[in-house]
């Protein structure tokens, strides 16, 4: 699919985010309103109040958009998410008649306040990145061989969510408990291994009932967008905490996302496929779809005072060994009830090479190979008043579908009595 062409200027280069093709949705502010919807279109957004108010679109939730979230137009259903995108195509597309009326209801970018796109309803976190769960095992356990369950099962764990921020909002390192190799009891104490992990958030927008398991193609249906997601992590009080249930200190002090929802319709042109199973799937988490998508990502990092970030990273999406409809699938298969505004964590991504390594965990080798700024400042982990962003794109043919950076400033450590 070519650029389509829009009558806002700035949504015809080829290196905007937002093009006309994209159309993310997400939640701003300005000096003189409250948080409402937006669809980002080259640099403006689009008020959706603003639209919905002067009868431009309807929806059968009278309403939908004066909220300070998309969930009530994820519980309207993919008929409707297909319909809401058609007609914004139509009103924003070149020589649309519409245009007199749109234009004063655009606001510049720059002037918006963005805030969390979505109540997130739960915040699950997954762990299907083939290279990256290698490389974990090398560096924790002295061999890349997978858990023996990691071929058969997309693995998870339920975070938390009050923990997920959108991007923009400081971190403050997280205090915790951990033990060193030597030690003999364990300290408590800011984490000195602070790392992120890159990965894409996949939005549930289809709610399923509870007690109700779904397919994979289902399941597929069922989502409603993408968004980058840093699941930051203190790699020591992981460490520590994680047997036998699993992370949950080192992985509750935040999660960022980026403030666009990228929808899956959006994303369509690029679905690529899973890679070939090493382990016959159990038949129900098979599939007829494409579940990844090809984006490229890419990480950096700036330390406080520096002019420029370093890329740490570059990899691709469709890296993954699972794909979000196969995790979603398996989320729900004994029975748990999925609900419009859930969150799914991909796991984090890294690729073969060492440059696609998707967390500093991966990139020193846990602190054993530092890694050289820009700036000519070496770093193992994260420190403060680094600032730490995730990009994202898929490249088509003249445009690029983006997602807004993820971004987040570590701050020290809040202390504790
Ligand atoms: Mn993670």
Redesign the pocket.
Known sequence: MPLLRSWVASANTPDTPFPLNNLPYGVFSTADSDARCGVAIGDMVLDMQAVEAAGLVTLDDDGAFDLPFWNDVMELGPQVWASLRARLTAMLAEGAPEQAELAPLLIPLSAVEMHLPLLVQEYT???AGRQHAANMGAILRGSPDLPANWLHIPIGYN?RASSVVVSGTDIHRPNGQMKAPDADVPGFGPSKRLDI?L?MGAIVGTPSPFGQPITVDEADGMIFGYVL?N?W?ARDIQGWEYQPLG?FQG?AFG?SISPWIVTAAALEPFRAPTPPREKELLPYLNSTVDGLYTIELEVLMQPEGADTATALSKTNYNRMYYSAAEQLCHHAVGGCGMNAGDLL????ISGPDKSEYGSLMEVSWAGREPFTLDTGETRTFIEDGDTLTLRGAAKGDGYQIGFGDCTGTILPAVKHP
């Not at 964590?345 to 984090?348: H, I």
């Open positions: 976190d997954f762990y975070g992990e990965e997601l699941d992590s992370p992985k999660t964590g991909s796991g984090t």
